[in-house]
Nanobody, 126 residues
């Protein structure tokens, strides 16, 4: 399994970005995917994720109402739509994947995930 994240960039506060994470490998439908971020000198933290089937999503409190996680099984890609960006959203964003059974709840801990993408930098200026 390989994950390729893209879509980061330098934007102003209030702008939007859409991150993409493309999955390479077989059995994409058996994997739950999530987004994490890591600011310089800080730990990697959960941002958004969904159950394997996509029916349930969870978000970091500070991004609720601004970020939206989505999944396209045909394209083997997950997205993170980020609106109303704030300077505190500045970080490297990573996508991660974990093979799960259908009934497992949303995974929010980094240790829950097996595969990680290379990260895409998001910088929000004030």
């Amino acid at each position: 399994v390989q994950l390729q994240a893209s879509g980061g960039g330098l934007v102003q506060a209030g702008d939007s970005l859409r991150l993409s994470c493309t999955f390479s490998g077989s059995s994409f439908s058996r994997y739950a995917l999530g987004w994490f971020r890591q600011a310089p000198g800080k730990e990697r933290v959960f941002v958004a994720a969904a159950t394997r089937g996509g029916g349930t999503t969870e978000y970091l409190d500070s991004v609720k109402g601004r970020f939206t996680f989505s999944r396209d099984n045909d394209k083997k890609t997950v997205y993170l739509q980020m609106n109303s960006l704030k300077p505190e959203d500045t970080a490297a964003y990573y996508c991660a994947a974990a093979q799960t059974i259908l009934t497992v709840p949303v995974r929010i801990r980094p240790d829950d995930y097996t595969y990680w993408g290379q990260g895409t930098q998001v910088t929000v200026s004030s």
